[in-house]
Structures are given as structure tokens and as C-alpha cells.
């Protein structure tokens, strides 16, 4: 797999220039999908301008001084994606990644305390050896649970980072406030009215009590009645 994108193909979701150069580094593979995430070198160079050059974001990377929730990485081409955290030490700044209303990834300024802990979406529960339930999610990782009756598909959990505590969930359920990933209404937020179940392998539809629709799938709780998050300029519908 080559170490590098053509910029002009690059994933919709990153926010570069286009046409100043040919190539950009390309993520390595990881917890988040091509599309659904990009390289720290990005990140550190043409979002946050901290750096001029792929070679200076590399330095300030192994020397260590970048977190992704909460851990240590070494490597620029390591993946960030939605509701991750980046905490650059060495100037004492911590960031969220959201997504913008143009569907692209951009990092929102948290303050240190909100840095310890993540919103993460579960996609789906699975069985392990003894009967313990798994709750696998948006970002890759797992956490064994004791009472899966008190989780479902969709629901949003606060969890700590590094650790995987969980500190809070927001259900997937009528009243909650919702934030959207994609679609029409990318980067906004709306609260949810109700929900249809969809036989066969249609998508369910969500609907809102600002009067439209959406499949399941573009829709992400992020609190209990108000947003529990830090948002970037997002319209409220």
C-alpha cells in the first residue's frame, strides 16, 4: 500500500488544499475507516497551522508529545476520526474532532478536564466465551459489560480515556438530542420525535421534531435533552 494520496482524490472528509501540492500522507490502517478519518500529520500541518512542514509535525509526534485519547502515539500517519481526542502537550491544547455542515472532519478546542473523557456510539453487541456481553463501538474499541439490558444498539456512551470507564449513556430515544454525521443535515443538530422500524434490510428512519427525516445510520446522541459536547458552529434546525 503506498505511504501517500494524490490530494485531489483524497476523502471528502479532509480538509486540505487541493491543488498546492500533488500528495498527502495517507493514514494507516486503524480503528477508523479511509473516509472516516485522517492522518495526524494533517491534523498538526493544515488544520491547526501549528506546523509548516510534514517533517516538523513528525518531531513533535515521536518525541511524544501528542495524545489520542489519552495514549501516547508516535507515528503522523496514525488515523483521528469523529469524537476522538487530541491533546498536544508541549503547548497544553486539547481538541475534539466533529465534523463541519461541509461533512469534513475538524478539530474543536476542549479544555483539559473535558479531554478525559469521549462520546462513543454503539454499533452492536456480541456474546464472548462465558456469556459476557460485548459492547463494540463507533471507534474500534470493546467494552465487556455486566448488565447489557441497561445498553442497546445506538445508544451513546461517556466513557474515560484513556481508560474505558463508563461515566454516562445517552439513549437513542424520543426527546435526547441528536448530532448529525451525515447526509443533508451533516453537522447539525436536531432533537429526536420518534423513530420507524424498517423490515427486511431497509434502513430504519428517524424522524424530528423539527420536522424531517433521516436513516438511522447518519444520526449520533450527544446528550440527554441538551448536547453534552463542545460544539463547533453547527445549526440548530
Known sequence: MS?????????VSWKVTRKVHKFV???????????????LTV???????????????KRIVVNGNVKIDGKVVRDVKQGVGLMDVVSIDKINEQYRMLIDRNGRLIPVRIT???????????????TQKG??????????????????????????????VPGQRILNRFPF???????????QHVGEIATIAGQEIVSASRPNIVYFKEGFST??????????KVPEIKLPEVKVI
Open 3 to 11: 505511504k501517500h494520496l494524490k490530494r485531489l482524490p483524497a476523502p
Open 173 to 183: 430515544e424520543t426527546g435526547n438530542v441528536c448530532y448529525f454525521i451525515g447526509g
Open 25 to 39: 500522507t495517507r493514514p494507516m490502517p486503524g480503528k477508523h475507516a479511509l473516509n472516516e478519518c485522517l492522518p
Open 43 to 57: 491534523l498538526l500541518r493544515d488544520l491547526l497551522h501549528h506546523y509548516d512542514t510534514a517533517a516538523e509535525a
Open 112 to 126: 483539559a478536564d473535558e479531554a478525559k473523557w469521549k462520546l462513543v456510539r454503539i454499533e452492536n453487541k456480541t
Open 215 to 224: 436513516v438511522k445510520e447518519k444520526v449520533f446522541v450527544i446528550g440527554i
Open 131 to 160: 456469556g459476557v456481553t460485548q459492547l463494540n463501538l463507533h471507534d474500534g474499541r470493546n467494552i465487556l459489560v455486566e448488565k447489557p439490558q441497561e445498553y442497546r444498539t445506538w445508544d451513546t456512551l461517556k466513557i474515560e
